[in-house]
């Protein structure tokens, strides 16, 4: 019995790879999703160490609403494009609080804060009425 053989990766043009030999997957990101973070990181940790990399526009990061704490992501806008591919290929697989973190480009513009007021609390069959004193 033969196995088969695998065929070789196809080569990269030179349009798909920048002059640090990295591949462009998304060419137009000035976005990256920085993940694996620890619970302790807040966004001026994240504005702090991006900013090195250029002007940092934007910055998401989603917390938990009863702790306040990070839940382990988060968006960041760079002004430009150049920026945000440096800050990618600079910080993934880099640490930061102990961690090592997975950083991504992304093309998907980063989400402003909710300005809308919550919903109002669901009534609970009655039991939120209040109690009449008289017994």
Request: glycine share 8%; hydrophobic share 30%; charged share 30%.
């Amino acid at each position: 019995m033969s196995r088969g053989r695998s065929t070789s990766p196809h080569p990269l043009h030179d349009a798909d790879v920048n002059m640090e030999g990295e591949k462009l997957d998304k060419p137009n990101a000035k976005v990256v999703i920085v993940t694996n973070l620890t619970r302790s990181v807040v966004e001026e940790h994240l504005k702090t160490i991006f900013s090195f990399y250029g002007e940092v526009t934007k910055i998401d990061l989603p917390l938990f609403g009863k702790s306040g704490q990070n839940r382990g992501k988060a968006a960041l806008e760079y002004a430009d494009v150049a920026s945000a591919h440096k800050a990618a290929s600079h910080m993934d697989g880099g640490q930061l609080d102990g961690a090592v973190l997975k950083v991504e480009l992304s093309e998907l513009p980063v989400r402003s804060h909710s300005r809308s007021p919550r919903p109002p609390p669901r009534a609970r069959n009655g039991r939120d009425k209040p109690r009449s004193s008289v017994r």
